[in-house]
Structure formats: structure tokens, C-alpha cells
């Protein structure tokens, strides 16, 4: 039997998106078992020996080993995709290297977030921005990004809405995780017992990203979401989950049952047979305590879905604002399982670049 799947790596494979990708990625439908990348510093280690996730690593690519490679060599390992996990800064250059070496690259990292040439994604949200991505050159790969981990739960919550409530302005208060800043992330001195109301650079990405996925396509360019995204990001000291205050200052007055019922039929990717689309994308809670990280973090089915749904509670609309909670978990759905839906998604639109030949 022939394997037809596509070959694919993870840039930056040691680190904490980088293993939520193997877990994902270990035996998925469409791509092949990763190449695990590193530096020089993870080289020759087995996944096994770096894993700092609570779930155990997949059986299959616990003992395998990282390696560090160049973008020549992924490309001579016959990679078609590459998951990119690597810090901001780091992973400009590399991602762009491998896309002119006809490698498609889903993101992550920062970098090209606001490229005007680069979709940031978010599928059940902006599919069609899949559209202004640069690959008219022959032998060039895909990029892709998804937006920061504090953004997608926002978005997706948001989304259903926008034409319904014509927002003024949007507030939106964060309680985000430790993982939210990789491994080892913040010193356990600086945030037990402690909130930290300052993540850095983080309310500045939560507008533009927000006022650019919400934005309209028109042709191969994004005219942004004509309100603006007020953020104020605090650390916390949960270990996975981001949790939101939202405020919505609302032009339009529709009744509390269509507001509920517009994110119940929210679910705009059904029928596409994306293996890792969480059906429905936005889980409407009704008890008066939640959604919690503890308890919710893990929304989100099929199985290979769990994690990729954003749990919207406590909703409260009293004209002009409409206030509620939402959480979803910063390293699948607002990490690695952000990019390989993306990868998906593009995939089955035939978005992919073949083989340069
Ligand atoms: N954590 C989240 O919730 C989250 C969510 C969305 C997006 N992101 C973004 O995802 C990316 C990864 O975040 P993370 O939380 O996984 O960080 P992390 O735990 O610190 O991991 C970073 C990884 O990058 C590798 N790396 C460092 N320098 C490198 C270089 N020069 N060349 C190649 N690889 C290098 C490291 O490999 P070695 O161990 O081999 O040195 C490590 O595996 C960042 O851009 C981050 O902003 C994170």
C-alpha cells in the first residue's frame, strides 16, 4: 500500500507548539510523521527526552530523534510542509528560505503575521483571505500564519456577531496561561501568587491581528474591521487556556435569542472533512461559573478536535453591551492545531503547491 500522504517537519520541535504539532501530526490523514527540527542544542535527543506536556507523547515519535537541519536540507528530505514552531525573529528568514525553495510553510511565529501578501488565518473566520497569498511564482511554496494565541478565541467569539451588533468598539480583558510564553516561559517566582498585568507586545498584536482577520478581502488586499480592539493582557497562573472578558459596544439591537442562536449555528467549515475542525467551532455554556481553563480547555469535537473549540459563558446583553467570557486553548487552537486546520483547509482548497519540478 502507498503511503500518499504529505511529507512534512516542525521547525522547532523541542519547544511547546512544537509538541503539541507532534502530538497532532503523529498519525494524522493527510500529512506523514514530521521530521522533528531543533538546534543544535535539541540534536540528537529523542522527542521523548525533551517532552513537557501533561499528555504523554504519541508512541509512535516518542523515541524518534530531533534534528537540526537548513532549509537545503528539508528540502533535499523531500519535505512539502513545514509546521513552524520557531521563535519571532528566528523564524522570518527561515520560513521565508523554505517557501522560495517550494516548501509551504504554516506559521506560528509573529513575522509575517501583517505581510500584505501573507493570510493570517483563522478559517471558520476568514477563509477566503486564503486567497491573497503570494504563490503566483512557479516553485514557490504557501505561507500561511495563524494569529496570536490570545486573538483566535476572540475571533472566533466575535465572528458570528460582527454583522449582527455592527460593533463601536470592542474591550477585551485577558487571563492567559503560562504556556502562552512557551517553555520555560516565566520564572515560577514572578507568578506564583501573583497576576501580572502586562504581557509584552501582546494587547498591540490582539488589535491589529483582530481588525485584520475581521477585515474584509477585496481583490488580493484586506481592508480592516472598521472598529477597534481595546486590550488590556494579564498573565495568570493556570498552565494551558486562555481565558477573555469581552465588552462589545454595539450599534444594532438584536434580541439575547438571536445572539445565542447566531453562535449556535456557527459552523461555517461543516461538510469540508477537515479531520482537525472542531464541530461546532464555538460552544455555547450555559452554567453560571464557566467556561474555566481547568474544565473547558479541552472543548472541542471529533477527538482529533479536542482542544480546538473556543467555549463562550455568562453572557449578559443589555443595550449597548453585550458582555460574556470566552476561553479557548492558546497552544492547539490558538497554536499548533490553529496551523495544521490551516494546512488543512488549504489543502483541500488545492492550495498547496506541488513538488517543484
Ligand atoms: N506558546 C503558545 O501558546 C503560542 C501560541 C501561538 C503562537 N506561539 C508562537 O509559536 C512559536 C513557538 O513558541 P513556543 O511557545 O513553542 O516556544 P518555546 O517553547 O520557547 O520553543 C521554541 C523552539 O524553537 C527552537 N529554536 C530556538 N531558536 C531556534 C533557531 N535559531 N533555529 C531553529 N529553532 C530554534 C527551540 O529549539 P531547541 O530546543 O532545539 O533550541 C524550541 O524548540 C513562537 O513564535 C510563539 O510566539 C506560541
Not at 507568578?191 to 477585515?215: C, Q
Request: glycine share 10%.
Amino acid at each position: 500500500m502507498t503511503d500518499d500522504r504529505l511529507p512534512t517537519a516542525i521547525l522547532g520541535a523541542s519547544g511547546y507548539i512544537g509538541q503539541h504539532f507532534a502530538r497532532l501530526l503523529a498519525d494524522h490523514p493527510q500529512f506523514a510523521p514530521p521530521l522533528l527540527v531543533g538546534t543544535g542544542r535539541s540534536h540528537g535527543q529523542r522527542l521523548g527526552d525533551v517532552w513537557v506536556l501533561a499528555e504523554p507523547p504519541p508512541a509512535s515519535l516518542e523515541p524518534v530523534r530531533l534534528v537540526a537541519s537548513t532549509p537545503a536540507g528539508l528540502v533535499r528530505a523531500g519535505v512539502r510542509v513545514a509546521f513552524s514552531a520557531l521563535p519571532s525573529g528566528t523564524a522570518g528568514p527561515l520560513e521565508s528560505e523554505l517557501v522560495r525553495r517550494g516548501v509551504s510553510v504554516f506559521s506560528n511565529a509573529s513575522d509575517h503575521r501583517l505581510d500584505p501578501q501573507v493570510p493570517l488565518l483563522v478559517p471558520e473566520v476568514n477563509a477566503d483571505h486564503l486567497a491573497i497569498a503570494r504563490t503566483a511564482r512557479a516553485g514557490r511554496g504557501l505561507l500561511v500564519t495563524n494569529p496570536n494565541c490570545s486573538t483566535t478565541g476572540l475571533v472566533l467569539a466575535l465572528a458570528p456577531l460582527v454583522g449582527l451588533l455592527r460593533p463601536r468598539v470592542v474591550h477585551v480583558t485577558t487571563f492567559q496561561s503560562l504556556s502562552g510564553a512557551g517553555y520555560p516561559g516565566v520564572p515560577s517566582l514572578a507568578i506564583a501568587d501573583n497576576v501580572v498585568p502586562y504581557i509584552p507586545a501582546e494587547e498591540e498584536k490582539m488589535a491589529r491581528e483582530s481588525a485584520r482577520i475581521l477585515g474584509r478581502r477585496r481583490g488580493t488586499t484586506v481592508a480592516e474591521a472598521p472598529f477597534p480592539v481595546l486590550a488590556s493582557c494579564a498573565r495568570v497562573a493556570t498552565r494551558e487556556g486562555h481565558l477573555e472578558s469581552v465588552v462589545v459596544e454595539a450599534t444594532r439591537s438584536p434580541t439575547h435569542a438571536k445572539i445565542t442562536e447566531a453562535w449556535a449555528r456557527f459552523d461555517p467549515l461543516a461538510g469540508l472533512g477537515l479531520p482537525t475542525a472542531p464541530h461546532p467551532p464555538v460552544e455555547l455554556h450555559g452554567g453560571s461559573d464557566r467556561p474555566q481553563p481547568l474544565r473547558d480547555r479541552w472543548a472541542g469535537s471529533p477527538a482529533r478536535a479536542r482542544g480546538m473549540a473556543a467555549v463562550v459563558g455568562r453572557v449578559r446583553w443589555e443595550f449597548p453591551y453585550l458582555r460574556f467570557f470566552v476561553l479557548s486553548h492558546n497552544a492547539v487552537r490558538g497554536g499548533a492545531g490553529g496551523s495544521v486546520l490551516n494546512a488543512e483547509y488549504a489543502l483541500a482548497r488545492g492550495a498547496i503547491p506541488s513538488r517543484r519540478s
